[in-house]
């Protein structure tokens, strides 16, 4: 049995979008399951479009979702020679001819065809038979070259998600796979690839279903074992319309900065168009081990910000304490709040993780433990009144003489309440407000509890 070998082959012209990332996940777990190898495919031949930032783009994004791939990136642009070589070959074999068709002759030709409403093709006027008189070669004009695809019969084959799908030859004209100054196109690189690199299942989005018959045609001229297809729905965006930049996160490292971990994205993506039961929670491991081409579907699959914001709120929970203080100690860094002298991450984390369902929203809720929250108006008008500065005054007497415990704290409230005569909200909102800003938090006594008292008695004294 030869060995499973996929890959993921994105053409560097932007991020590696939540589409792309999905094609990535497959073909990564389905060389994983199989115990294959993935290999990776810069696929930059569009040389206007190919930029070195969206090569880098799409190897950090492989690299946040610890796609890790086993052979390559391999850069189309490096193998030109060899694509060269095997036009050359086909020239020679009769399977490729040049073609001097000018491009005005091709537009005259369409429209031609246009007029009488046929669907415009090239009509293969250079194309060799035998006993056929070719046109005399035109001086001057570069030739393209072209293949030569069969005249009759289909060209089928068993999608692994879409079941069968034939085309009929009749209606593919001869590709042309070598521009007029020598330079592949697209479809032939593909093809020259996915055969040099022993590909055995080929995943990939299904806008590239009508490009398949020629690569088909083209394998088989070659001689080379043709692999499987298996081509992927589209995704849709929140609103039923093709997913788009109007969705917001367009590149996945978007959904790092927004605070969303790789094992949520990895969850999340798996999900998409594809399902093992019911399950909605697993694991990298276990999405690996479950894999299979079998459960995907066919139908375009629905992205669902919700959904995935939950299972962030599931990975947030789950997530190594470690792992969260290294991620908010960055992101609050990097709003310029040191976190090395505060109440300690560790505590205050564990205090909000089951309460946010972003990392974004974690280091929101925490920076005011760092950094003196500035008070709404709005927050200070309502709850900040001569009564409630009053009360956090009386409060303030009594934390400053407290054990720095849950059970004291709580109890130092309720003795300011029952002083005042008020209930216990009157003392703890103006307490939050003053401490962090916002008008709720955690258990109140908790919270204390983690700033500590010189914190909490600093800027209390600003209200008294
Ligand atoms: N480079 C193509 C793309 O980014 C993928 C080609 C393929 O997977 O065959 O859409």
């Known amino acids: 049995m030869t060995s499973v070998r996929t890959r993921f082959a994105p053409s560097p012209t932007g991020f590696l979008h939540i589409g792309g990332a999905r094609t990535a996940l497959f073909s990564w777990a389905y060389a994983r399951?199989?115990?294959?190898?993935?290999?990776?495919?810069?696929?930059d031949t569009d040389v206007a479009r190919s930029t070195p930032e969206a090569v880098q783009a799409i190897l950090d994004g492989m690299r946040w979702l610890d796609l890790g791939w086993d052979e390559g990136p391999f850069y189309q642009m490096q193998r030109m020679d060899r694509y060269k070589q095997v036009i050359a070959q086909m020239l020679e074999a009769g399977s490729a001819y040049y073609c001097y068709t000018t491009p005005?002759?091709?537009?005259?030709?369409?429209?031609?065809?246009?007029?009488?409403?046929?669907?415009?093709?090239?009509?293969?006027?250079?194309?060799?038979?035998?006993?056929?008189?070719?046109?005399?070669?035109?001086?001057?004009?570069?030739?393209v070259v072209r293949f030569r695809n069969p005249l009759e019969g289909v060209v089928a084959w068993d999608d692994l998600v879409k079941g069968r799908i034939e085309f009929a030859n009749a209606e593919l004209d001869d590709l042309v796979i070598a521009r007029g100054d020598g330079t592949p196109t697209y479809n032939f690189c593909v093809v020259v690839d996915d055969w040099d690199m022993g590909i055995t299942q080929v995943i990939r989005g299904d806008d590239h279903v009508n490009n398949t018959p020629r690569q088909i045609n083209i394998?088989?001229?070659?001689?080379?074992?043709?692999?499987?297809?298996?081509?992927?729905?589209?995704?849709?965006?929140?609103?039923?319309?093709?997913?788009?930049?109007?969705?917001?996160?367009?590149?996945?490292?978007?959904?790092?900065?927004?605070?969303?971990?790789?094992?949520?994205?990895?969850?999340?993506?798996?999900?998409?168009?594809?399902?093992?039961?019911?399950?909605?929670?697993?694991?990298?491991?276990?999405?690996?081990?479950?894999?299979?081409?079998?459960?995907?579907?066919?139908?375009?699959?629905?992205?669902?910000?919700?959904?995935?914001?939950?299972?962030?709120?599931?990975?947030?929970?789950?997530?190594?304490?470690?792992?969260l203080v290294a991620d908010v100690t960055r992101r609050l860094s990097a709003r310029g709040i040191p976190v090395a002298e505060g109440p300690d991450l560790a505590a205050v984390i564990a205090l909000y993780r089951e309460r946010v369902s972003t990392l974004v929203e974690l280091a929101d809720a925490l920076a005011p433990f760092y950094v003196a929250p500035t008070i709404s108006d709005e927050l200070a008008t309502q709850h900040l009144t001569p009564a409630a500065r009053d009360a956090l005054g009386k409060l303030a007497g009594r934390l400053g003489a407290s054990a720095w415990d849950k059970a004291a704290l709580s109890q130092a409230i309720k003795d300011t309440c029952t002083e005042l005569g008020v209930k216990m909200p009157q003392v703890a909102i103006p307490l939050r407000v003053a401490l962090l800003g916002v008008p709720q938090t955690p258990s109140i006594d908790a919270v204390l509890e983690v700033m500590g008292q010189s914190q909490v008695m600093q800027r209390l004294a600003a209200f008294r």
């Open 219 to 323: 394998l088989q001229t070659l001689g080379a074992e043709v692999p499987k297809y298996a081509h992927l729905s589209m995704i849709l965006g929140d609103d039923g319309t093709k997913l788009s930049k109007r969705h917001g996160a367009v590149s996945v490292m978007q959904y790092d900065d927004d605070g969303y971990l790789p094992e949520a994205v990895i969850n999340y993506l798996a999900r998409l168009g594809w399902s093992h039961g019911d399950d909605e929670v697993f694991s990298r491991e276990q999405f690996v081990q479950w894999f299979d081409l079998d459960h995907i579907t066919p139908s375009a699959a629905q992205f669902n910000t919700d959904k995935l914001k939950w299972l962030n709120a599931h990975y947030i929970k789950q997530s190594p304490i470690e792992a």
């Open 104 to 143: 005005a002759e091709l537009d005259a030709l369409r429209e031609a065809q246009r007029a009488r409403g046929d669907k415009p093709r090239y009509d293969g006027r250079w194309r060799p038979e035998p006993g056929k008189m070719l046109p005399a070669v035109p001086e001057g004009v570069t030739p």
């Open 33 to 43: 399951r199989h115990g294959g190898q993935f290999i990776l495919r810069i696929e």
